[in-house]
């Protein structure tokens, strides 16, 4: 498998995020560094600032990848919890101590912090996930096992659900 192997193409349609949705699958190598090429089409989509949020997965053990000024727009709630509420400042601070802001250098190259690097057992080869408003960096291995999780019937009724 090269350094950059696209393993699927498709338009990235119009949405409420600016920019577009995150979609299609992407293979690439961690360089000596442990740096991570981001696919050009998906920087264009994190748009100005030119930075991403890290952080763990929920439930899984990925990386979930927010432009910055999504998560920001999502953090609100919690901005507004965590002044007056000890559980809220608490769940503030472990999300933030647990995370890492990123931007990316003139190769399209960024850098993430060695622990959620490690906490998704990213070692090489990553895959990374287009997950519509976030894109998921997993472990290649952990990645097949997720993705065997879902039966092509269970894949077909959730397309019918939504309207399709």
Known sequence: MGIMERKATSPNLESDLPGGLFV???????DEKRRLIIPAVWRELVGVPRRVFVLPGIEVRCLWVYPARELTRRLDKL???SVADPDGRR???????????????????MRIKDDLLDYAGLQNVVV???AFD?????????WKKESEQVSEQALEDAIRSIGF
């Open 79 to 81: 901005r507004k919890l």
């Open 24 to 30: 299609n699958t992407y293979t690439h190598s961690l």
């Open 91 to 109: 769940l503030a601070r472990a999300l933030a101590s647990r995370s890492d802001l990123v931007s990316w250098d003139s190769q399209g190259r």
């Open 128 to 130: 990374m996930v287009g």
């Open 134 to 142: 976030r894109f998921e960096l997993w472990n290649p291995d952990e």
